[in-house]
């Protein structure tokens, strides 16, 4: 395995600013904490995954990755747990004051993620951290009737939102996959393969492989939610190809993810990645430059926003599938959109710009600032790893025994 370290190591030392006493914080443009956004569990959540990642790499590295990663971990597992209810705040302020009485299923799998990658990485208080956020995320979120998971609940748990999305199962399918390998137990895996066998194989497939973001509480389609707030930063009007590229992705990592355990894979799995990917390509269109940040039923842009998670997911998408199936189309359109990734989005400092307009000036609508290092992170070492196991195993290697 070779890592280019020449992209990733500006990064992760720009990352490294949002460590503050009691977590990261939300980081400006200019690499400066944001002190009035307070702490965000998603943010945290996503840089101790990061920072896991990069303390597998070597000892050489430009940052204490470790030491980040386990500050990471002490902060799941101090300010931002809940010891009274359960579970996770969304956000805290200053004072590590919980700010929002809501617990939702997007931040609670980012927890599983960050703390099965911290965990494979030996950080000390990963495991016992692993293991209370899959019995949350199995106790609140999972439904086994449905093989869906419900959005978000009051801080106490007594009411549940009425509201299901796409956006949170598509990263509790991510983070299961993690779970999987970093626990030995294959039931995340089957409960993977169940949320992505729904949303995917009968809901995307039923649309053209336009991904349906939004549901009400009996996982019947709402095709105009948030029609009046269509740059919505987590639940935005209509289609998103960034998340039709991105499950592309997960869908070929879960089928290597099966493969790998001995079982045959659903022959949907790659099916329905090449529909999803083909699908986001199209509504690119050729005659604009990079992808629109959301799209209507058919396929016009709504938000013609640039963002850098979304050309992200082109690239690891067409990487992805240049690998599984050996398609020249696929590695030409990867390098093809990694080059125009980097150009635009890197600055001269390593940071990325999170938000272009149009013209492909930086922008901060529905982005300000550049709080997160995931996205980036993932391109820049996924392409280097297996397709399976998840990225932490990889790293990690073989375990002597």
Known sequence: MTVDRTLLDPLLVFAAGARLDRGFGHLDRDGSVDGGRGLELWINARMTYV?????????AGPVPARELARHGVDALSGPFEDRVHGGWWSALDADAVPTQDTKSCYDHAFVVLASAAAAVAGVPGAGDLLERALAVHEQRFWDEARGLCVESWSGDWSVAEGYRGANGCMHTVE??????????????RARALRVAEHLVDRVARAHDWRVVEHFDA????????????????????????????????????????????GDEPPAW????????FDRAAADADEGRTGFPYTINWS??????????????????????LARATGGERYAALAERWWTFTVEHFVEGDG??????DVRLAPSGGTWPGK???YHAANALLLRSLPLAPSAPVALRGPVAG
């Open 371 to 373: 709080p997160d290092a």
């Open 51 to 59: 920072f896991a990642l990069a303390s597998m790499l070597d000892d």
């Open 218 to 261: 009996s996982w019947r389609p709402l095709p105009e939610h948030n029609r009046d707030r269509p740059a919505d930063p987590f639940r935005p009007y209509g289609a998103t190809p960034g998340h039709g590229l991105e499950w592309a992705r997960l869908l070929v990592s879960l089928r290597a993810a099966v493969e790998r355990a």
């Open 175 to 188: 983070a299961y996959l993690v779970a999987a390998d970093a626990t030995g137990d294959p039931v995340w």
């Open 299 to 320: 396929g016009a842009p709504v938000v013609d926003q640039r963002f850098h998670w979304v050309h992200c997911e082109a690239v690891l998408a067409a990487d992805a």
């Open 351 to 356: 940071s990325w710009l999170h938000e272009l």
């Open 269 to 276: 799995l790659l099916e329905a990645a090449v529909g999803l």
